[in-house]
T-cell receptor, first 113, second 116 residues
């Protein structure tokens, strides 16, 4: 594809609802990353995949957060029982191999009411 | 742990003014250093990078030099334009060969507004 795409671009959830955020990386990119960006802050790392293998999930803030990439392409970040502190922009990035430039998507803005 | 501290904004300049945005880092090894830019309504884009001490990254008139002795990577541009208005993020990465991972560690960002 032309770039990393994410959907939905905006999501409003009531506290306690489950949400699923989708990332379509650039075609052929092996590595995929998720970051969380709170308002007025820099992005913070959540998790990283190499193909379908989740190599680093040290940034996931709680066991309510779960990410998958079952076929080594599209990835989904799922947040269960959303809380207000989960409100943020969730960024996805991909790179063609480890050590190469990460290309970022436009992000999904999640607002939890 | 590994962290990045960059100068707080916002920064407001007139067109053709000189720009400096300070960035310092703390890292357990020898990181690669990056500046990313986020234009209004757009995603993060890599602006420039440097992978070892004394390297200078440059792009679009911006430049930054990796200073190991001062653990700094300050962003500079000699003459800013209105189109440079954006949020700038300094970041580091300790790659797998450094015992780290591929994750980027970002500063909080500095918002730059350039007035005509």
């Amino acid at each position: 594809g032309a770039g990393v795409s994410q959907s939905p671009r905006y999501k409003v959830a009531k506290r306690g609802q489950d949400v699923a955020l989708r990332c379509d990386p650039i075609s052929g990119h092996v590595s995929l990353f998720w970051y969380q960006q709170a308002l007025g802050q820099g992005p913070e790392f959540l998790t990283y995949f190499q193909n379908e293998a989740q190599l680093d999930k040290s940034g996931l803030p709680s066991d309510r957060f779960f990410a998958e990439r079952p076929e080594g392409s599209v990835s989904t970040l799922k947040i269960q029982r959303t809380q207000q502190e989960d409100s943020a922009v969730y960024l996805c990035a991909s790179s063609w191999a480890w050590g190469t430039e990460q290309f970022f998507g436009p992000g999904t803005r999640l607002t939890v009411l | 742990g590994n962290s990045v501290t960059q100068m707080e904004g916002p920064v407001t300049l007139s067109e053709e003014a000189f720009l400096t945005i300070n960035c310092t880092y703390t890292a357990t090894g020898y990181p690669s250093l990056f500046w990313y830019v986020q234009y209004p309504g757009e995603g993060l884009q890599l602006l420039l990078k440097a992978t070892k001490a004394d390297d200078k990254g440059s792009n679009k008139g911006f430049e930054a030099t990796y200073r190991k002795e001062t653990t700094s990577f300050h962003l500079e541009k000699g003459s800013v334009q209105v189109s440079d208005s954006a949020v700038y993020f300094c970041a580091l990465k300790l790659g797998i060969t450094q015992g780290g991972s591929e994750k980027l560690v970002f500063g909080k960002g500095t918002k730059l507004t350039v007035n005509p």
